[in-house]
Structure formats: structure tokens, C-alpha cells
Nanobody, 124 residues
Framework: QVQLVESGGGLVQAGGSLRLSCAAS????????MGWFRQAPGKAREFVAR???????YYTDSVKGRFTISRDNAKNTVYLQMNSLKPEDTAVYYC??????????????????WGQGTQVTVSS
């Protein structure tokens, strides 16, 4: 079992930056791929970024060049650095853990463990 706790959300003006953190429990963190998703009001949860066990990274097109996912296995933590934020980035952001990749890294069902989410609000 893995427990995930996100932090770092908040209110920021358009063009600003935030860094989200996700702390994981357990001793197997380094063996999991980790992802970030977001969910805006009235919309489905959507993929944002993923980092593999070997630190390969993947992004949805709308955040490429603005967001960076990284991990620190010594701290059992994954990060999402978000720069040049836009109002359309406003959402609850969730981190998720994928212990066994099945080929659908953008899909919610690929990930077995989820955090409680952290709110990111970008004002115009």
C-alpha cells in the first residue's frame, strides 16, 4: 500500500510559478512510475505528466515547455514545477503511483494509488 500526500498548491497570477510536491510512504517508491493529473470543475480528470522509474518524462501537449516533473527517490517525493501559469491551468492537481505499467500512461486506470489533491488557482 502506498499513501500519497500533495502540497504546494495555491493562488497565483497568470505568468507566475508554483511547485507541487507529492510525498509517498513506503519503501518501494523508486520502483513506481509517478504521474500528475488535474481536474477542473465539471471536467474529467486529465493526464498532465509522468516520470518513469528511470526518470523518463512525458507531458500532455498543453504543458510542454512550461511544466517539469522530477523525482527524488531519497526523499520519496515527486515534484511538478509549473511555470508561465495560465488561467486554464486552474484545477485540483493529483499525484498518482503506477507500480506496474500496462501501456496506458495517460489513463486514470493505469495508476493504482492517488493522493487527495491540491488546488491550483491561476487568476487572470
Amino acid at each position: 500500500q502506498v499513501q500519497l500526500v500533495e502540497s504546494g498548491g495555491g493562488l497565483v497570477q497568470a505568468g507566475g510559478s508554483l511547485r507541487l510536491s507529492c510525498a509517498a510512504s513506503g519503501r518501494t517508491f523508486s520502483s513506481y512510475a509517478m504521474g500528475w493529473f488535474r481536474q477542473a470543475p465539471g471536467k474529467a480528470r486529465e493526464f498532465v505528466a509522468r516520470i518513469s522509474r528511470d526518470s523518463l518524462t512525458y507531458y500532455t501537449d498543453s504543458v510542454k515547455g512550461r511544466f517539469t516533473i522530477s523525482r527524488d527517490n531519497a526523499k520519496n517525493t515527486v515534484y511538478l514545477q509549473m511555470n508561465s501559469l495560465k488561467p486554464e491551468d486552474t484545477a485540483v492537481y493529483y499525484c498518482a503511483a503506477d507500480p506496474a505499467y500496462s501501456g496506458n500512461y495517460r489513463a486514470v486506470f493505469e495508476y493504482d494509488y492517488w493522493g487527495q489533491g491540491t488546488q491550483v488557482t491561476v487568476s487572470s
